[in-house]
């Protein structure tokens, strides 16, 4: 409000106002209150369901949590099959090549 305006104006203008924020206040209040009972009654039903839960988790097989296998204990590739020696150069030093292999050979003499 503006301190322009007398003080009789000003508290005329605020009797005037004030029916129409109250009016608006309780519709806010009507609005909520709706809100907060379909919240509670949501809230006894869910508490409703968990009333007919049982009340022990069902009991595993003997094992944790905790006892379960690791990626780790499953078997892989590598270790599926047994490791195998290279057989690159395996053969070295048992076999000999003579000096003339690369030699041409004379029955191949017409087709050179």
Known sequence: MSTD???NLQSEKLKASLPALQ???????AEYEDKVAQARAQLAHVEALLV???TEAPKSKGKK???RPKMSDYPTQK???????SLFGSDKDKIIIGKKFDE???EFQDYI
């Not at 009016?23 to 209040?29: D, I, P």
């Open 5 to 7: 305006l007398p003080a």
């Open 23 to 29: 009016n608006h206040l309780q519709g806010f209040l």
């Open 52 to 54: 007919s839960l049982p």
């Open 65 to 67: 949590k905790d006892d």
């Open 79 to 85: 270790n599926l099959r047994p490791k195998r020696r």
């Open 104 to 106: 041409p050979l004379t």
